[in-house]
């Protein structure tokens, strides 16, 4: 068990272009999450798959993100026409319903500024 | 809708102090709740949970989170705070049938050596 991983791990941007985030769970965790954290907040939530099924968007989430976990193992998070007020940290947490008591770990990070 | 609010944002204390930092949430229903602290430099870490039975609960590195349900508060205690403590603490929510957690904004600790 090596933890959740995310790549990369910063990512510096212009505005206007795309990127793209990866996150690697702990294996066999069937929950996967994503969260954006900026300054001075906790995170907030933006959405979770259960296997590589998308369960839940928050409404944080315009139709530039969008996010994927295809084979229900890792997750890429895409933001196109990227914009200065997405600059944040984008975290990932995993979690297993087994047992019916959920926690989620997190993994490090992405953090990304759009100039 | 719900929230979690943290009543400080930063902390300053001396070693060896006690350390209480609050947590308040508005949800009447059942909730889990958590404690999460970020080290500088690194990632969230679970530090305690309460999921259900003994109100009181215990974490790692002898911390401690009280909850009672008729203040809608899960406090974060440690009677004597080191240096090494110094971080960021989270407290977070998930309530109902709601998977996702709600989080405070966070607390920053810092402890002078």
Redesign the interface.
């Known amino acids: 068990d090596t933890g959740v991983s995310q790549d990369p791990r910063h990512k510096i941007t212009k505005r206007g272009q795309n990127v793209t985030f990866r996150c690697d769970p702990i294996s066999e965790h069937n929950?996967l999450?994503w969260?954006r954290q900026t300054l001075?907040?906790?995170?907030?939530?933006l959405t979770?798959f259960q296997n590589e099924a998308q369960?839940?968007k928050?409404r944080l989430l315009s139709d530039r993100f969008s996010a994927e976990r295809p084979k229900g193992s890792f997750s890429t998070l895409e933001i196109q026409r990227t914009e200065q007020g997405d600059s944040a940290m984008y975290?990932c947490a995993s979690s297993s319903t087994l047992g019916g008591?959920?926690?989620?770990?997190?993994?490090?990070?992405t953090r990304l500024l759009v100039l | 809708a719900q929230s979690v609010s943290q009543h400080n944002h930063h902390v300053i204390l001396s070693e060896a102090a006690s350390l209480e930092l609050g947590c308040n949430y508005s949800y009447g229903g059942t909730v889990n709740l958590f404690w999460y602290v970020q080290y500088p430099g690194q990632h969230l870490q679970l530090l305690l949970k309460y999921f259900s039975g003994d109100p009181l609960v215990k974490g790692i590195k002898g911390f401690e989170a009280e909850f009672i349900k008729s203040k809608f508060s899960f406090n974060l205690r440690k009677p004597s705070v080191q240096w090494s403590d110094t971080a960021e603490y989270f407290c977070a929510v998930n309530a109902g049938s709601n998977y996702q957690l709600i989080w405070g904004a966070g607390t920053k600790l810092i402890i002078k050596p």
């Open positions: 929950r999450y969260y001075g907040q906790g995170p907030e939530f979770y369960l839940e928050s975290l008591l959920e926690t989620q770990y997190f993994g490090p990070g």
